[in-house]
């Protein structure tokens, strides 16, 4: 009876400890199933990046298959619109030749997540980084910019779209 008592104790006591998990779901109403993307604002001097960051999220949401993608702002629940703030590429190990053989890339974007009827903002973040270390196969990076500018912006809407869909 002793040990029922105890156990019933530490597991009120856990419950109240003010432990939990983040990433519960999302933030916005069940009934938003639709999201536009909008384009977003490239700050920088690449060209295109704005296309591979759109692309991206565009993939990123249809895989997670929580929201629909809408090509019309009209009848979306949902907008997502950015800005894409920086991008450094900068050599960080060379071969031994001298030509850079890795690249660190960074990238900043912001981001905000709004019901365009209500104008209730569900998620923003004015300034999100992301490193990505990009190893080079060959010493021409500028041949090969293209494909790792589409990885990182891959794996920067990855981890975007699990803070917006898993409320992290």
Not at 103 to 115: E, G, N, R
């Amino acid at each position: 009876m002793k040990k029922i008592i105890a156990l019933i104790f530490i597991a009120s006591f856990l419950s109240y400890c003010g432990y939990n998990l983040t990433g519960r779901g999302t933030v916005w109403p069940k009934h938003y199933r639709t999201l536009y993307i909008s384009n977003f604002d490239n700050q920088t001097a690449r060209a295109n990046l704005d296309l591979f960051m759109i692309e991206a999220f565009k993939q990123e949401f249809i895989k997670r298959g929580r929201l629909q993608i809408s090509s019309n702002l009209k009848q979306a629940d949902l907008v997502l619109e950015g800005k894409i703030l920086e991008l450094e590429i900068n050599p960080v190990s060379y071969d031994q030749k001298a030509g850079a053989s890795s690249y660190l890339a960074k990238l900043k974007i912001s981001v905000m997540l709004f019901a365009p009827e209500s104008g209730t903002v569900f998620f923003k973040a004015d300034s999100i980084s992301r490193e990505e270390q990009l190893n080079i196969d060959q010493q021409d990076f500028l041949s090969q910019e293209d494909q790792a500018l589409q990885l990182i912006a891959e794996k920067f809407a990855s981890s975007i779209a699990a803070l917006i869909l898993e409320n992290f």
